[in-house]
């Protein structure tokens, strides 16, 4: 049975959920498979959950994900090589779409939490792509990619050092004679913590470690080490490995720590395409040494498209039960409106909804930039492809910061949007919360990859004023024009953020420079103009994401169905409004924007939430988030919450007994004094 206010919510719309659909999902033939796909899972028996996960121990949710895990992929793998036939090999579309079945709403439907097998495919199998020579790949590549023997992860963060990589203390050292690498560990800080997987499940590792022959450092290269005997899965002699244990969320993934103790693994597993050291000990640069950290941008690209798919996840939920909720009457003497009516709760939801979308069509443009790169680079290590690199680098590191900030901040703004309902472990707000505040970290702590931009981006602010050609990302750094406010708001909110962030960047050169004067050195200027730099990113964020936005939009619209290109454009607009609004300190101090402009924006803001509402629910089904992906009593698409709260509250284990055993124990003796 159908909620009643969902059902007119639906029977009201003036767009059509099943034409959004196929143009999230990339055209009907995608969306038609993915239904059948998750279908032959989610209407599995196997995959069911006989007890509420969040009532299992830790030790049991990871018995639980792994035993759930390796049916999935062995199933899933099948449906894969069928799917891609002869093509099903190992390259870089192929390995995007089978994370993306991980990632994305089938593998979120079946592991709220994650799983530990993920990492195999998103770090591991993906470093060996980019970073392992042919021969290298003949040797691993196709056994990694069929799980042959091998489960992997990638280690890099270590118990002292996490963004700074540079400061990791690992060792490699290189033993000609025996043309063997020994791998140790010399110190507590110095042990691998983190890696999704390495507790209990992988039995090898890439491992980021400094190279040294003989007294010569060569910096930091990736090795590939077994640390589990292929068939016992005991640990290597030498190799200390366990799980770092619960964690916030993502309480699945099993991230471990790993020590090493004159370890020594062949010549020919450290990783050299990029890098290499003979036989007789020459240590070769053969690559620029940033593609030794092309794992990392590669995980900070497909992040963005990772925490937009939770944010919207969380959208769904609270948008659906802000439909069916009712309370607060609005006018006396009238019924109960549902709470999507009340402004305020259209300003909680609607913006966040809004952002989704936005960094879909900025996730979109990131991902086919970092693939004309990477394969520029695979050509031929140019000068051009040198730059590219350089600006992918500081466009995927400031993405992956703001996009994660403000998708953790969104998924929690939408949870307090529930009421007290929205806390329950059944809403599911807390596993995907937990993923996308871990993504505000891993592979890049937000304060980190910020300064990485500002240095990108005062480089490119001094080529400005030298009137040298730019990277398309940052060409408004040339226009020093003033801002005009003319009709069309949303081009005046975007160039007022160009000319904010122009201004933030200016003021941070500035800033570092009277530091350099005073005769500091430039890692002790940069200190010092720290906040400056970190704000001067975050402005050239939000410029670059409304400026991209806009665009993207703009070049695929006219091949849109008129509704879909309506709602898109309305969530264009709020998505650029409200951006400009929560900037509005930035903007102000560096725009001549008077009240009544500032006003009118406030307006057409609060105009839009309302042109929205009628299609909200709408358009959160048009995402097709299957119940099982949302895992939530208050999303799913019947609208039946407080049946679905009342269900899950009788399968709590705890209720399965009316008297529970602590009673006799400790309760009953406590009342009759003989405690």
Not at 3 to 22: C, G, P
Not at 30 to 55: K, W
Not at 502 to 512: G, K, T
């Amino acid at each position: 049975m159908m909620n009643v206010d969902l059902q007119q919510e639906r029977a009201s719309a003036t767009i059509d959920s099943e034409d959004f659909a196929q143009w999230w999902a990339g055209g009907k033939t995608n969306l038609e498979q993915r239904r059948t796909l998750e279908s032959q899972f989610f209407n599995d028996p196997q995959f069911d959950d006989v007890i509420p996960p969040s009532c299992l121990s830790y030790k049991e949710r990871y018995e639980h994900s792994v035993a759930r895990g390796t049916r999935f992929l062995h199933k899933l793998r099948q449906w894969f090589g069928e799917k891609q036939g002869k093509n099903n090999v190992c390259d870089l579309n192929t390995l995007q779409e089978f994370r993306f079945l991980l990632s994305g709403p089938l593998g979120t439907g079946l592991f709220q939490q994650s799983f530990p097998l993920r990492l195999h495919f998103s770090m591991f199998v993906s470093t060996l792509l980019n970073q392992g020579t042919e021969e290298q790949q003949r040797k691993w590549l196709s056994r990694a990619w069929h799980m042959d023997g091998i489960i992997g992860t990638y280690a890099q963060t270590e118990l002292g050092h996490g963004s700074y990589i540079r400061g990791l203390e690992t060792r490699a050292d290189y033993d000609a004679e025996h043309e063997e690498f020994i791998l140790n560990t010399p110190n507590l800080t110095a042990y691998k913590w983190w890696p999704g997987g390495l507790g209990q499940t992988a039995n090898m590792v890439v491992v980021l470690a400094q190279l040294y022959v003989g007294e010569i450092h060569c910096g930091l290269q990736s090795f590939l080490v077994r640390i589990r005997d292929e068939q016992t899965h005991e640990p290597i002699f030498g190799v200390d490995v366990g799980d770092i244990g619960p964690k916030l969320g993502a309480n699945c993934v099993n991230n471990g720590y790993l020590g090493f103790q004159n370890v020594r693994i062949p010549r020919d597993q450290m990783l050299m395409k990029n890098a290499q050291v003979t036989s007789d000990g020459k240590f070769i640069q053969s690559g620029q040494p940033l593609l030794l950290y092309g794992t990392m941008v590669f995980v900070r690209v497909i992040t963005v498209r990772d925490v937009m798919f939770e944010l919207l996840q969380a959208g769904t939920i609270a948008t659906r039960y802000s439909a069916v909720r009712r309370q607060s009457p609005i006018e006396p003497g009238k019924p109960e409106p549902q709470i999507l009516d009340h402004l305020t709760q259209q300003a909680k939801i609607f913006p966040q909804l809004s952002r989704g979308v936005s960094y879909r069509l900025v996730a979109d443009w990131l991902w086919q930039f970092y693939r004309n790169v990477m394969q520029t680079l695979e050509k031929n290590a140019s000068a051009p492809a040198s730059d590219s690199l350089a600006e992918l680098h500081a466009v995927s590191c400031c993405l992956k910061a703001v996009a994660t900030q403000e998708a953790s901040e969104g998924i929690d703004i939408l949870r307090k949007a529930c009421g007290g309902h929205g806390y329950m472990a059944s809403a599911n707000f807390d596993s995907i919360y937990g993923l996308a505040t871990a993504a505000y970290t891993y592979e890049g702590e937000y304060t980190v990859l910020l300064l990485q931009t500002s240095r990108f981006l005062l480089r490119q602010y001094v080529d400005s004023l030298k009137r040298k050609v730019l990277p398309a990302s940052v060409t408004y750094l040339r226009d020093v024009s003033r801002l005009v406010w003319g009709k069309d708001l949303v081009e005046n909110c975007v160039r007022s953020l160009e000319i904010a962030s122009l201004e933030q960047i200016r003021l941070a050169w500035h800033c570092r420079n009277e530091q350099r004067k005073r005769g500091l050195g430039e890692e002790q200027a940069n200190n010092l103009a720290g906040r400056q730099l970190v704000a001067a990113a975050t402005a050239h964020a939000h410029a670059f994401i409304t400026r991209t936005t806009v665009r993207e939009l703009r070049r695929i619209v006219s091949g849109l169905k008129p509704s879909v290109a309506g709602i898109l454009s309305q969530l264009m607009e709020i998505f650029v409004l409200d951006t400009f609004l929560r900037q509005a300190g930035q903007v102000l101090r560096w725009n001549s924007i008077n009240g009544r402009q500032l006003r009118q924006v406030e307006q057409r803001f609060e105009q839009l939430l309302s042109g929205l509402r009628p299609n909200a629910v709408a358009l959160v089904d048009g995402f097709d988030f299957h119940d099982r992906v949302l895992g939530s009593t208050l999303g799913a698409y019947d609208g039946r919450v407080y049946e679905r709260l009342m269900a899950e509250a009788r399968r709590n284990p705890l209720n399965q007994e009316s008297v529970n055993s602590s009673f006799y124990s400790h309760l009953q003796p406590m009342m009759r004094g003989k405690l």
